[in-house]
Antibody
Framework: EVQLVESGGGLVQPGGSLRLSCAASGFTFSSYWMSWVRQAPGKGLEWVANIKQDGSEKYYVDSVKGRFTISRDNAKNSLYLQMNSLRAEDTAVYYC????????????WGQGTLVTVSS | QSALTQPASVSGSPGQSITISCTGTSSDVGGYNYVSWYQQHPGKAPKLMIYEVSNRPSGVSNRFSGSKSGNTASLTISGLQAEDEADYYCSSYTSSSTSLYVFGTGTKVTVL
C-alpha cells in the first residue's frame, strides 16, 4: 500500500524557516517524480514544487522561487521542502504527492502538515 | 497564472446526475489533454478520480466520468450517493511561465 506521511509543520514567525519531510513507503520511491502541493485554510490547492527521480531537475511556482528548496533522499525514501523567508501567505497545509508526469497528475497524496506563519 | 474557474457549489438528490465545469484557457485546459479531477472530504487528503480528461484510476467508481470541450472540462457524477458529498478540484498542466500545474477554484458538492 502506498503511504506518504508528512511531518515538520508548525508555527513560525514571518521571515523564519521550516523544513518539511515526507516519508514514503509501499512503492519504489526512486522511480517517481514527487511534488509538494499546498492548501491555504479554506482555500483551493496550489502546486508548489516538484523534483525528478534522481533530483537532477526541480521546478517551483514563481511565488516560492528563491525561498523554498525541494530535495529528496532516495536511500531514506524521503522528500523534503526547506522553506526560508516565510510569509503569512505561506500559511497552508502542505501535502506531498506522487506525480505521474506522463499523465500530468498526482495519484497518491499524504495527509498533509500544517504550516502557520504568524507573529 | 489564474486558477481554473469552477462553480462554488453544485447539489443534487440521491440517484441524480450532476456535472461540474472547469474553465481555463488555451494555455492549460484547452491546450492539453492533461485535466485531472480530485475529490476531497473535509480534513482529508485529495483523492485522484479522473486523469487525462476521462481516464479513471483503478478502484474509482464508474459513476465518475470526465470530458472536455474547448477550454472547459467537466466531471459528471451519476447515481449520486451520500458519500459523494465533498469538494472537487480540477487541475491541468499549464504552459504558463509561472507554474507547471494549475488547480481549479473548487466545487462543493452537496447531496440533498
Amino acid at each position: 500500500e502506498v503511504q506518504l506521511v508528512e511531518s515538520g509543520g508548525g508555527l513560525v514567525q514571518p521571515g523564519g524557516s521550516l523544513r518539511l519531510s515526507c516519508a514514503a513507503s509501499g512503492f519504489t520511491f526512486s522511480s517517481y517524480w514527487m511534488s509538494w502541493v499546498r492548501q491555504a485554510p479554506g482555500k483551493g490547492l496550489e502546486w508548489v514544487a516538484n523534483i525528478k527521480q534522481d533530483g537532477s531537475e526541480k521546478y517551483y511556482v514563481d511565488s516560492v522561487k528563491g525561498r523554498f528548496t525541494i530535495s529528496r533522499d532516495n536511500a531514506k525514501n524521503s522528500l523534503y521542502l526547506q522553506m526560508n523567508s516565510l510569509r503569512a501567505e505561506d500559511t497552508a497545509v502542505y501535502y506531498c504527492a506522487r506525480e505521474l508526469p506522463r499523465f500530468a497528475t498526482f495519484d497518491y497524496w499524504g495527509q498533509g502538515t500544517l504550516v502557520t506563519v504568524s507573529s | 497564472q489564474s486558477a481554473l474557474t469552477q462553480p462554488a457549489s453544485v447539489s443534487g438528490s440521491p440517484g441524480q446526475s450532476i456535472t461540474i465545469s472547469c474553465t481555463g484557457t488555451s494555455s492549460d485546459v484547452g491546450g492539453y489533454n492533461y485535466v485531472s479531477w480530485y475529490q476531497q472530504h473535509p480534513g482529508k487528503a485529495p483523492k485522484l478520480m479522473i486523469y487525462e480528461v476521462s481516464n479513471r484510476p483503478s478502484g474509482v467508481s464508474n459513476r465518475f466520468s470526465g470530458s472536455k470541450s474547448g477550454n472547459t472540462a467537466s466531471l459528471t457524477i451519476s447515481g449520486l450517493q451520500a458519500e459523494d458529498e465533498a469538494d472537487y478540484y480540477c487541475s491541468s498542466y499549464t504552459s504558463s511561465s509561472t507554474s507547471l500545474y494549475v488547480f481549479g477554484t473548487g466545487t462543493k458538492v452537496t447531496v440533498l
